[in-house]
């Protein structure tokens, strides 16, 4: 986006289109994130190959930690944006159903 663009408006305050905004985006990864872990419940079941509790011990590798700050900070980002003002109107990522159902 850039500085020219016009901010969406959906209420005389701005502020709140940029709550919305904000509250759009964590909406959308949470959809995304009860998907993904509702097949990650049905594999495992499938499976069978995970303990009770051991999701609740589980400690990323650091190449893991990396790639989850790297998504935690890009939503952080996005947020901030928003409450700026600065949110776009996007459709989701091209590569969405290769990054969240490939096998």
Excluded: H
């Amino acid at each position: 986006m850039t500085g020219t663009d016009p901010e969406q408006t959906f209420f005389k305050d701005p502020a709140l289109d940029r709550a919305l905004a904000m509250i759009m985006a964590v909406a959308a990864e949470l959809s995304v994130t009860k998907d993904r872990l509702r097949a990650l419940e049905v594999l495992l079941e499938n499976v069978g190959t995970i303990s009770a509790g051991a999701l609740d011990g589980y400690r990323p590798k650091p190449a893991e930690a990396a790639a989850l700050a790297v998504d935690r900070n890009a939503l952080v980002q996005q947020l901030i944006e928003a409450a700026k003002g600065n949110q776009a109107s996007l459709g989701a990522p091209a590569d969405t159903e290769e990054r969240y159902f490939a096998q």
